[in-house]
T-cell receptor, first 110, second 112 residues
Framework: GENVEQHPSTLSVQEGDSAVIKCTYSDSASNYFPWYKQELGKRPQLIIDIRSNVGEKKDQRIAVTLNKTAKHFSLHITETQPEDSAVYFCAASSGDKIIFGKGTRLHILP | EAQVTQNPRYLITVTGKKLTVTCSQNMNHEYMSWYRQDPGLGLRQIYYSMNVEVTDKGDVPEGYKVSRKEKRNFPLILESPSPNQTSLYFC???????????FGPGTRLTVL
C-alpha cells in the first residue's frame, strides 16, 4: 500500500538552532502534504501545509519544501523555542486517504 | 464554536462487549475520518467518509465499522473488541480530504 516514511524519529536541538524533519512518500499522485504538531496529551493540529503545485511555503519560523520528482518534503523550524517541543507528523494525500508518517519527537534543549 | 467532539473520552471495557464511540462536527465538513494512534506507529486511518452514506476503508479497518447517516455524525463501532484494539482514537473532519483536518479531543480505549 501507499506509504509515508518520516525521519528522524527523535530529534534534539539546542534552543535557537534550526530543526529539519524529512518525509518521503510513495504515491506519485499525492498532491497535498500537511504537517501536524501534537503537544503532550493534546490533539494534533495543523501547522503548515503545501500543495503539489508549490515548491516552498513559509509561515514565520516554519517552512515546508516539496520535491515532487524525488517524492520528498521537509519541515524546517528556525530559531527554535521551548514551545516547539512536541511530536510532529507529516502526511500525504493518497487518493481519498490521508497517510501519516510515524512522527518525530522534537526536544528543544535549554 | 467550531469543533469536533468525541464521546466517551475514556473507556475501559472487556473483550467482546460491543461499543460505540461517537463523533460529531459542527463545521458542515464533507470529509470525516477515524484514526488510531499507537506508540511508534503514528496515526493510522481506520475508515473515512467523503459524504453522507459514503464510507471507505482506511489502512487498518479490521474489527471496526462506521456509518454516516448524517453529515455531522460519524460513529465508530467495535462489534467485538479485542485487546489489540486498545489505543488512542481520534476523529477528524475537514471540508475535503485535501484540506486541514480538525481533530477531536481523542478517546482512550482499553480492552481487557
Amino acid at each position: 500500500g501507499e506509504n509515508v516514511e518520516q525521519h528522524p524519529s527523535t530529534l534534539s536541538v539546542q534552543e535557537g538552532d534550526s530543526a529539519v524533519i524529512k518525509c518521503t512518500y510513495s504515491d506519485s499522485a499525492s498532491n497535498y502534504f500537511p504537517w501536524y504538531k501534537q503537544e503532550l496529551g493534546k490533539r494534533p493540529q495543523l501547522i503548515i501545509d503545501i500543495r503539489s503545485n508549490v515548491g516552498e511555503k513559509k509561515d514565520q519560523r516554519i517552512a515546508v519544501t516539496l520535491n515532487k520528482t524525488a517524492k520528498h518534503f521537509s519541515l524546517h523550524i528556525t530559531e527554535t523555542q521551548p514551545e516547539d517541543s512536541a511530536v510532529y507528523f507529516c502526511a500525504a494525500s493518497s487518493g481519498d486517504k490521508i497517510i501519516f508518517g510515524k512522527g518525530t519527537r522534537l526536544h528543544i534543549l535549554p | 464554536e467550531a469543533q469536533v467532539t468525541q464521546n466517551p473520552r475514556y473507556l475501559i471495557t472487556v473483550t467482546g462487549k460491543k461499543l460505540t464511540v461517537t463523533c460529531s462536527q459542527n463545521m458542515n465538513h464533507e470529509y470525516m475520518s477515524w484514526y488510531r494512534q499507537d506508540p511508534g506507529l503514528g496515526l493510522r486511518q481506520i475508515y473515512y467518509s467523503m459524504n453522507v452514506e459514503v464510507t471507505d476503508k482506511g489502512d487498518v479497518p479490521e474489527g471496526y465499522k462506521v456509518s454516516r447517516k448524517e453529515k455531522r455524525n460519524f460513529p465508530l463501532i467495535l462489534e467485538s473488541p479485542s485487546p489489540n484494539q486498545t489505543s488512542l482514537y481520534f476523529c477528524a473532519s475537514s471540508p475535503y480530504h485535501y484540506n486541514e483536518q480538525f481533530f477531536g479531543p481523542g478517546t482512550r480505549l482499553t480492552v481487557l
